[in-house]
Protein backbone atom coordinates (compact mmCIF):
# COMPACT_ATOMS: atom_id res chain seq x y z
CA UNK A 1 0.00 0.00 0.00
CA UNK A 2 2.54 2.23 0.57
CA UNK A 3 5.78 3.58 -0.82
CA UNK A 4 9.21 4.84 0.54
CA UNK A 5 9.95 8.64 1.21
CA UNK A 6 13.46 10.47 2.50
CA UNK A 7 13.51 12.26 6.07
CA UNK A 8 16.27 14.51 7.01
CA UNK A 9 17.64 13.69 10.57
CA UNK A 10 18.73 15.95 12.92
CA UNK A 11 22.20 16.07 12.20
CA UNK A 12 21.46 16.31 8.58
CA UNK A 13 21.76 12.93 7.26
CA UNK A 14 19.13 11.50 4.98
CA UNK A 15 17.10 8.26 5.59
CA UNK A 16 14.49 6.13 4.31
CA UNK A 17 11.14 5.48 5.59
CA UNK A 18 8.14 3.64 4.73
CA UNK A 19 5.00 5.81 4.80
CA UNK A 20 1.61 4.54 4.05
CA UNK A 21 -2.02 6.36 3.83
CA UNK A 22 -5.55 5.74 4.39
CA UNK A 23 -7.94 5.50 1.58
CA UNK A 24 -9.62 9.02 2.64
CA UNK A 25 -5.91 10.57 1.78
CA UNK A 26 -5.84 12.49 5.02
CA UNK A 27 -5.52 10.62 9.49
CA UNK A 28 -3.41 11.59 12.39
CA UNK A 29 -0.03 10.12 11.83
CA UNK A 30 1.47 6.93 13.39
CA UNK A 31 5.51 6.69 13.56
CA UNK A 32 5.92 2.90 13.59
CA UNK A 33 9.27 1.84 15.28
CA UNK A 34 10.57 -1.23 13.95
CA UNK A 35 11.66 -4.52 15.27
CA UNK A 36 15.65 -5.70 15.38
CA UNK A 37 15.08 -6.75 11.56
CA UNK A 38 14.77 -3.31 9.91
CA UNK A 39 11.76 -1.88 7.95
CA UNK A 40 10.81 -5.92 6.57
CA UNK A 41 8.06 -6.97 5.56
CA UNK A 42 5.42 -7.71 8.68
CA UNK A 43 6.64 -3.34 9.91
CA UNK A 44 5.30 -2.53 6.60
CA UNK A 45 2.21 -5.19 6.54
CA UNK A 46 1.34 -3.22 10.22
CA UNK A 47 1.91 0.22 8.87
CA UNK A 48 -0.53 -1.08 5.72
CA UNK A 49 -3.01 -2.43 8.70
CA UNK A 50 -2.59 0.92 10.57
CA UNK A 51 -3.14 2.80 7.50
CA UNK A 52 -6.61 0.92 6.97
CA UNK A 53 -7.43 1.96 10.49
CA UNK A 54 -7.19 6.06 8.86
CA UNK A 55 -3.70 6.76 10.23
CA UNK A 56 -0.92 7.90 8.26
CA UNK A 57 1.97 6.01 9.07
CA UNK A 58 5.84 6.72 8.77
CA UNK A 59 8.12 3.51 9.78
CA UNK A 60 11.47 4.61 9.62
CA UNK A 61 14.87 2.70 8.72
CA UNK A 62 16.31 3.30 11.83
CA UNK A 63 19.31 1.27 11.34
CA UNK A 64 20.89 3.54 9.24
CA UNK A 65 23.53 4.46 10.20
CA UNK A 66 24.92 1.11 10.11
CA UNK A 67 23.44 -0.64 7.08
CA UNK A 68 20.43 1.30 5.00
CA UNK A 69 17.45 0.02 4.23
CA UNK A 70 17.76 -3.16 6.32
CA UNK A 71 15.28 -5.97 5.40
CA UNK A 72 15.47 -9.37 7.09
CA UNK A 73 13.45 -12.58 7.86
CA UNK A 74 13.77 -14.93 10.86
CA UNK A 75 15.91 -17.67 9.81
CA UNK A 76 18.43 -18.09 12.05
CA UNK A 77 21.63 -16.37 10.28
CA UNK A 78 18.98 -13.59 9.89
CA UNK A 79 18.64 -14.18 13.71
CA UNK A 80 22.42 -13.37 14.67
CA UNK A 81 22.63 -10.34 12.30
CA UNK A 82 19.96 -8.53 13.68
CA UNK A 83 20.87 -9.19 16.90
CA UNK A 84 24.68 -7.79 15.54
CA UNK A 85 22.57 -4.93 14.67
CA UNK A 86 20.65 -4.56 17.64
CA UNK A 87 23.90 -4.69 20.16
CA UNK A 88 25.78 -1.56 18.02
CA UNK A 89 22.58 0.23 17.36
CA UNK A 90 22.60 3.71 19.06
CA UNK A 91 19.56 4.58 20.48
CA UNK A 92 19.74 8.08 21.50
CA UNK A 93 20.34 8.47 17.82
CA UNK A 94 17.27 6.92 16.90
CA UNK A 95 15.06 8.26 19.04
CA UNK A 96 16.23 11.73 17.77
CA UNK A 97 15.77 10.13 14.01
CA UNK A 98 12.27 9.80 15.38
CA UNK A 99 11.14 13.13 16.66
CA UNK A 100 12.27 13.85 13.28
CA UNK A 101 9.46 11.79 11.78
CA UNK A 102 7.37 13.15 14.53
CA UNK A 103 8.21 16.46 12.76
CA UNK A 104 7.92 15.64 9.30
CA UNK A 105 4.69 14.04 9.74
CA UNK A 106 3.29 16.77 11.20
CA UNK A 107 4.41 19.02 8.33
CA UNK A 108 2.69 16.93 5.70
CA UNK A 109 -0.56 17.63 4.07
CA UNK A 110 -1.41 14.15 4.32
CA UNK A 111 -1.23 14.40 8.25
CA UNK A 112 -4.36 16.23 10.32
CA UNK A 113 -1.73 17.49 13.30
CA UNK A 114 -1.36 14.74 16.25
CA UNK A 115 1.15 11.93 15.86
CA UNK A 116 1.12 9.15 17.93
CA UNK A 117 4.34 6.40 18.57
CA UNK A 118 3.87 2.52 17.80
CA UNK A 119 6.62 -0.25 18.25
CA UNK A 120 7.55 -4.01 18.71
CA UNK A 121 10.52 -5.36 20.58
CA UNK A 122 13.19 -3.11 19.94
CA UNK A 123 10.52 -0.86 18.78
CA UNK A 124 8.45 -1.08 22.20
CA UNK A 125 11.33 0.41 23.99
CA UNK A 126 11.40 3.47 20.96
CA UNK A 127 7.66 4.23 21.29
CA UNK A 128 8.18 4.37 25.50
CA UNK A 129 11.15 6.66 24.64
CA UNK A 130 9.25 8.50 21.89
CA UNK A 131 7.24 9.27 24.64
CA UNK A 132 9.39 11.02 27.19
CA UNK A 133 11.49 13.15 24.12
CA UNK A 134 9.94 12.95 20.49
CA UNK A 135 6.94 14.83 21.64
CA UNK A 136 4.36 12.50 20.40
CA UNK A 137 0.75 12.67 21.61
CA UNK A 138 0.75 8.85 22.75
CA UNK A 139 2.81 6.23 22.10
CA UNK A 140 1.68 2.17 22.49
CA UNK A 141 4.69 -0.50 22.58
CA UNK A 142 4.59 -4.05 22.52
CA UNK A 143 7.04 -6.08 24.76
CA UNK A 144 9.63 -3.76 24.74
CA UNK A 145 13.02 -4.82 25.30
CA UNK A 146 15.12 -2.12 28.04
CA UNK A 147 12.04 -0.34 29.65
CA UNK A 148 13.77 -0.90 32.44
CA UNK A 149 16.59 0.63 31.83
CA UNK A 150 15.24 3.97 31.15
CA UNK A 151 12.46 4.58 34.05
CA UNK A 152 14.28 7.46 35.33
CA UNK A 153 12.58 9.09 32.10
CA UNK A 154 9.22 8.34 33.19
CA UNK A 155 8.85 11.75 35.11
CA UNK A 156 9.29 13.30 30.79
CA UNK A 157 6.49 11.39 29.30
CA UNK A 158 3.14 13.75 29.44
CA UNK A 159 0.72 11.47 27.14
CA UNK A 160 -1.08 8.52 27.38
CA UNK A 161 0.77 5.57 26.87
CA UNK A 162 -0.55 1.80 26.36
CA UNK A 163 2.17 -1.24 27.04
CA UNK A 164 1.64 -4.58 26.16
CA UNK A 165 3.88 -7.30 28.32
CA UNK A 166 3.84 -10.93 27.28
CA UNK A 167 3.63 -13.41 30.39
CA UNK A 168 6.15 -15.53 29.28
CA UNK A 169 8.83 -13.09 27.60
CA UNK A 170 12.10 -13.79 28.44
CA UNK A 171 13.16 -10.89 26.70
CA UNK A 172 11.47 -8.82 29.56
CA UNK A 173 11.10 -11.65 32.36
CA UNK A 174 9.46 -11.28 35.17
CA UNK A 175 11.59 -9.02 37.30
CA UNK A 176 11.51 -6.65 34.54
CA UNK A 177 8.25 -6.03 34.22
CA UNK A 178 7.30 -5.92 37.71
CA UNK A 179 9.62 -3.04 37.83
CA UNK A 180 7.78 -1.47 34.96
CA UNK A 181 4.54 -2.13 36.43
CA UNK A 182 5.89 -0.73 39.79
CA UNK A 183 7.71 2.78 38.09
CA UNK A 184 4.18 3.62 35.92
CA UNK A 185 1.60 1.26 36.80
CA UNK A 186 -0.06 4.33 39.54
CA UNK A 187 -0.20 6.98 36.39
CA UNK A 188 -4.03 7.11 35.20
CA UNK A 189 -2.13 7.89 31.63
CA UNK A 190 -0.41 4.47 31.66
CA UNK A 191 -1.98 1.13 30.88
CA UNK A 192 -0.35 -1.69 31.16
CA UNK A 193 -1.66 -5.46 29.72
CA UNK A 194 -0.21 -8.57 30.24
CA UNK A 195 -1.20 -11.41 28.28
CA UNK A 196 -0.65 -14.65 30.75
CA UNK A 197 1.24 -17.48 28.66
CA UNK A 198 2.48 -15.90 25.95
CA UNK A 199 6.23 -15.31 24.65
CA UNK A 200 7.89 -12.00 23.38
CA UNK A 201 6.57 -11.48 19.83
CA UNK A 202 3.12 -13.09 20.16
CA UNK A 203 1.64 -10.45 17.96
CA UNK A 204 3.96 -11.04 15.18
CA UNK A 205 2.13 -12.87 12.39
CA UNK A 206 5.04 -14.12 10.58
CA UNK A 207 6.79 -15.48 14.19
CA UNK A 208 6.28 -18.96 15.63
CA UNK A 209 4.85 -17.41 18.69
CA UNK A 210 2.27 -15.45 17.32
CA UNK A 211 -1.02 -15.65 18.92
CA UNK A 212 -4.71 -14.56 16.88
CA UNK A 213 -6.78 -14.10 20.39
CA UNK A 214 -3.51 -12.18 22.11
CA UNK A 215 -2.93 -10.34 19.30
CA UNK A 216 -6.81 -9.09 18.50
CA UNK A 217 -6.83 -8.23 21.99
CA UNK A 218 -3.84 -6.24 21.99
CA UNK A 219 -5.10 -4.41 18.90
CA UNK A 220 -8.37 -3.04 19.84
CA UNK A 221 -6.51 -1.59 23.18
CA UNK A 222 -3.83 -0.30 20.84
CA UNK A 223 -6.62 1.22 18.72
CA UNK A 224 -8.74 2.22 21.62
CA UNK A 225 -5.64 4.84 22.62
CA UNK A 226 -5.04 5.89 19.40
CA UNK A 227 -8.79 6.76 18.75
CA UNK A 228 -9.60 8.74 21.89
CA UNK A 229 -6.51 10.79 21.88
CA UNK A 230 -5.79 11.32 17.91
CA UNK A 231 -9.14 10.25 16.06
CA UNK A 232 -10.36 9.65 14.05
CA UNK A 233 -13.93 9.66 15.22
CA UNK A 234 -16.28 7.01 13.24
CA UNK A 235 -19.77 6.78 13.92
CA UNK A 236 -19.73 3.14 14.17
CA UNK A 237 -23.14 2.65 15.16
CA UNK A 238 -24.40 4.01 12.27
CA UNK A 239 -22.19 2.47 10.00
CA UNK A 240 -23.96 -1.11 11.11
CA UNK A 241 -27.28 0.10 11.10
CA UNK A 242 -27.05 1.14 7.42
CA UNK A 243 -24.77 -2.57 6.85
CA UNK A 244 -27.79 -4.06 8.48
CA UNK A 245 -30.73 -2.26 6.02
CA UNK A 246 -28.88 -3.11 3.39
CA UNK A 247 -28.93 -7.05 4.12
CA UNK A 248 -32.55 -6.90 5.70
CA UNK A 249 -34.00 -3.89 4.28
CA UNK A 250 -33.26 -3.20 0.86
CA UNK A 251 -31.51 -6.46 0.48
CA UNK A 252 -28.68 -5.37 -1.80
CA UNK A 253 -25.59 -7.02 -1.96
CA UNK A 254 -23.09 -4.73 -3.59
CA UNK A 255 -24.36 -2.24 -1.18
CA UNK A 256 -23.95 -4.44 1.89
CA UNK A 257 -19.99 -5.64 0.39
CA UNK A 258 -19.46 -1.82 0.01
CA UNK A 259 -19.72 -1.40 4.20
CA UNK A 260 -16.83 -3.58 4.27
CA UNK A 261 -13.26 -3.87 4.12
CA UNK A 262 -11.68 -5.43 0.92
CA UNK A 263 -11.10 -8.87 2.53
CA UNK A 264 -13.76 -9.70 5.25
CA UNK A 265 -14.91 -12.61 7.17
CA UNK A 266 -18.57 -13.57 8.71
CA UNK A 267 -18.92 -16.38 10.75
CA UNK A 268 -22.32 -18.00 12.35
CA UNK A 269 -20.46 -19.79 14.81
CA UNK A 270 -23.25 -22.22 15.84
CA UNK A 271 -23.61 -23.48 12.18
CA UNK A 272 -20.48 -22.26 10.74
CA UNK A 273 -21.89 -20.13 8.20
CA UNK A 274 -20.57 -16.94 6.36
CA UNK A 275 -17.56 -16.80 3.93
CA UNK A 276 -14.06 -15.16 3.76
CA UNK A 277 -12.60 -12.87 1.26
CA UNK A 278 -14.58 -10.69 -0.68
CA UNK A 279 -15.43 -13.28 -3.32
CA UNK A 280 -16.67 -15.84 -0.87
CA UNK A 281 -18.48 -13.52 1.28
CA UNK A 282 -20.09 -11.78 -1.30
CA UNK A 283 -20.99 -15.29 -3.08
CA UNK A 284 -22.79 -16.27 0.75
CA UNK A 285 -24.62 -13.28 0.99
CA UNK A 286 -25.76 -13.63 -3.16
CA UNK A 287 -27.19 -17.12 -3.03
CA UNK A 288 -27.27 -18.16 0.78
CA UNK A 289 -28.13 -15.21 3.08
CA UNK A 290 -29.39 -11.87 1.37
CA UNK A 291 -31.89 -12.77 -0.91
CA UNK A 292 -32.71 -16.08 0.96
CA UNK A 293 -34.02 -14.62 4.48
CA UNK A 294 -37.79 -15.18 5.21
CA UNK A 295 -40.25 -13.07 3.68
CA UNK A 296 -41.11 -11.13 7.55
CA UNK A 297 -37.74 -11.63 9.46
CA UNK A 298 -37.20 -8.50 11.80
CA UNK A 299 -34.88 -7.80 14.14
CA UNK A 300 -35.50 -6.42 17.70
CA UNK A 301 -32.76 -4.32 19.52
CA UNK A 302 -32.78 -4.95 22.87
CA UNK A 303 -28.78 -3.91 23.58
CA UNK A 304 -26.07 -2.00 21.65
CA UNK A 305 -22.44 -1.69 23.16
CA UNK A 306 -20.05 0.57 21.30
CA UNK A 307 -15.94 0.09 21.72
CA UNK A 308 -13.39 2.12 19.89
CA UNK A 309 -13.14 -0.43 17.21
CA UNK A 310 -16.22 -2.54 17.47
CA UNK A 311 -19.88 -3.27 18.29
CA UNK A 312 -21.69 -5.46 20.12
CA UNK A 313 -25.70 -5.73 19.39
CA UNK A 314 -28.24 -7.62 21.24
CA UNK A 315 -31.36 -8.16 19.31
CA UNK A 316 -34.51 -10.52 19.00
CA UNK A 317 -34.39 -12.26 15.77
CA UNK A 318 -37.93 -13.17 14.44
CA UNK A 319 -38.86 -14.77 11.55
CA UNK A 320 -41.52 -17.68 9.79
CA UNK A 321 -39.50 -20.69 8.55
CA UNK A 322 -41.55 -19.95 4.99
CA UNK A 323 -38.34 -21.67 2.90
CA UNK A 324 -35.28 -23.43 3.66
CA UNK A 325 -32.44 -20.48 5.60
CA UNK A 326 -28.85 -21.84 4.57
CA UNK A 327 -27.11 -19.99 7.18
CA UNK A 328 -29.20 -21.34 10.47
CA UNK A 329 -31.08 -23.96 9.18
CA UNK A 330 -29.21 -25.69 6.21
CA UNK A 331 -30.66 -28.69 4.95
CA UNK A 332 -34.17 -28.40 6.91
CA UNK A 333 -37.06 -27.93 4.85
CA UNK A 334 -39.40 -25.26 5.39
CA UNK A 335 -41.87 -25.98 8.89
CA UNK A 336 -44.33 -22.68 8.71
CA UNK A 337 -43.48 -22.31 12.18
CA UNK A 338 -42.81 -18.35 13.62
CA UNK A 339 -39.37 -19.00 15.69
CA UNK A 340 -37.68 -15.68 18.41
CA UNK A 341 -34.31 -16.58 19.33
CA UNK A 342 -32.18 -14.32 20.78
CA UNK A 343 -29.24 -13.00 18.99
CA UNK A 344 -25.65 -11.58 19.03
CA UNK A 345 -23.65 -9.68 17.09
CA UNK A 346 -19.94 -8.76 17.81
CA UNK A 347 -18.85 -7.14 14.84
CA UNK A 348 -15.56 -5.86 14.10
CA UNK A 349 -14.44 -2.86 12.25
CA UNK A 350 -11.10 -1.37 10.66
CA UNK A 351 -11.73 2.49 10.27
CA UNK A 352 -14.92 2.98 8.80
CA UNK A 353 -15.70 -0.49 6.93
CA UNK A 354 -16.84 -3.58 8.38
CA UNK A 355 -13.65 -6.37 9.18
CA UNK A 356 -15.84 -9.49 10.84
CA UNK A 357 -18.90 -10.71 12.18
CA UNK A 358 -18.93 -12.60 14.94
CA UNK A 359 -22.76 -14.43 15.46
CA UNK A 360 -24.51 -16.59 17.94
CA UNK A 361 -27.32 -17.46 19.18
CA UNK A 362 -29.07 -20.03 20.95
CA UNK A 363 -29.41 -23.17 17.76
CA UNK A 364 -31.16 -25.80 20.64
CA UNK A 365 -33.98 -23.08 20.89
CA UNK A 366 -34.17 -22.54 16.76
CA UNK A 367 -34.52 -26.31 16.62
CA UNK A 368 -36.80 -26.67 19.63
CA UNK A 369 -39.28 -23.85 18.20
CA UNK A 370 -39.32 -25.35 14.54
CA UNK A 371 -39.91 -28.95 16.33
CA UNK A 372 -36.80 -30.57 15.08
CA UNK A 373 -36.12 -31.79 18.88
CA UNK A 374 -38.39 -32.10 21.83
CA UNK A 375 -37.54 -29.53 24.31
CA UNK A 376 -39.12 -31.41 27.05
CA UNK A 377 -36.31 -34.15 26.88
CA UNK A 378 -33.64 -32.13 26.78
CA UNK A 379 -32.40 -29.07 28.77
CA UNK A 380 -33.31 -26.68 25.78
CA UNK A 381 -35.76 -23.48 25.56
CA UNK A 382 -38.16 -22.76 22.97
CA UNK A 383 -39.37 -19.09 22.33
CA UNK A 384 -39.40 -18.98 26.28
CA UNK A 385 -35.70 -17.36 26.05
CA UNK A 386 -36.82 -14.80 23.77
CA UNK A 387 -40.36 -14.18 25.95
CA UNK A 388 -37.46 -13.98 29.12
CA UNK A 389 -34.66 -11.90 27.63
CA UNK A 390 -37.34 -8.75 27.24
CA UNK A 391 -39.46 -9.55 30.46
CA UNK A 392 -36.84 -10.76 33.74
CA UNK A 393 -39.49 -11.42 35.89
CA UNK A 394 -40.68 -14.18 33.84
CA UNK A 395 -40.21 -17.22 35.81
CA UNK A 396 -36.17 -18.58 36.09
CA UNK A 397 -34.94 -21.51 36.76
CA UNK A 398 -37.82 -23.86 34.39
CA UNK A 399 -35.16 -26.09 33.41
CA UNK A 400 -33.43 -27.52 36.60
CA UNK A 401 -35.49 -29.88 38.07
CA UNK A 402 -33.55 -29.67 41.58
CA UNK A 403 -34.83 -25.78 41.52
CA UNK A 404 -37.16 -26.91 44.60
CA UNK A 405 -35.14 -28.46 46.47
CA UNK A 406 -33.57 -25.50 47.57
CA UNK A 407 -36.51 -23.45 48.72
CA UNK A 408 -36.37 -22.00 51.81
CA UNK A 409 -32.48 -23.05 52.26
CA UNK A 410 -30.76 -19.29 51.78
Known amino acids: ?11 GGRFKAYMTVPASGRGPGIVLCQEIFGVNAYVREVADLYAEEGYVVLAPDLFWRMQPMVDMGYSPEEWQKAFEFFQKFDVDAGVKDIAACVQALRGRPECTGKVGALGHC ?9 AARAGVDC ?26 MAGEDKYCPKEAQEQIKAALGNRPDAEIYTYPGQDHAFARTMGEHFNKPAANLAHSRSIALFRRVMGPKYDLSALWDKHCEYEFGTRDVAATMKTMVAEPYVNHIPTMTGGVGQQELARFYQHHFVNGNPADTKLIPVSRTIGADRVVDEMLFCFTHDREIDWMLPGVPPTGRYVEVPLVAIVCFRGNKIYHEHIYWDQASVLA ?3 LIDKESLPAAGIESAKKLLDETLPSNTLMKRWAESAGKV
Do not use: W
Open 1 to 11: MGSFIEITSAD
Open 122 to 130: LGGKLAYLA
Open 139 to 164: AVGYYGVGIEGHLNEKDKIRCPMVLH
Open 369 to 371: QIG
